[in-house]
């Protein structure tokens, strides 16, 4: 089953505090159930984020970047926060 992805921009924010707050927001939604017709589903969230430099990278390097981080958190097993600095 595929999942829904967006994309989030935030100005001046620490990459401690991006971490945080997307293990928040995994994390509790982890812990939730849905019903569907089938029966109860239990969903996952997968998170990558990166940081612009001072070099005013271009917003459409930026969402790449951010996409390779997050494309890695679903291919080494989903429901995962991480930072491009720490792909491979």
């Given at each position: 089953m595929g999942g829904e992805e967006f994309a989030l921009v935030l100005k001046r924010t620490l990459p401690e505090m991006v971490e945080?707050?997307?293990?928040?927001?995994?994390?509790?939604?982890?812990?939730?159930?849905?019903?569907?017709?089938?029966?109860?589903?239990?969903?996952?969230?997968?998170a990558g984020f990166t940081f612009g430099s001072?070099?005013?990278?271009?917003?459409?390097?930026?969402?790449?970047?951010v996409d390779t981080a997050?494309?890695?958190?679903?291919?080494?097993?989903?429901?995962?926060?991480l930072d491009t600095r720490r792909c491979a």
């Open positions: 945080a707050a997307a293990e928040r927001i995994r994390t509790a939604f982890a812990v939730r159930t849905f019903e569907t017709d089938t029966g109860r589903m239990r969903c996952t969230v997968s001072g070099k005013r990278m271009s917003f459409d390097k930026v969402l790449s970047a997050l494309f890695a958190t679903k291919r080494d097993g989903r429901n995962r926060v």
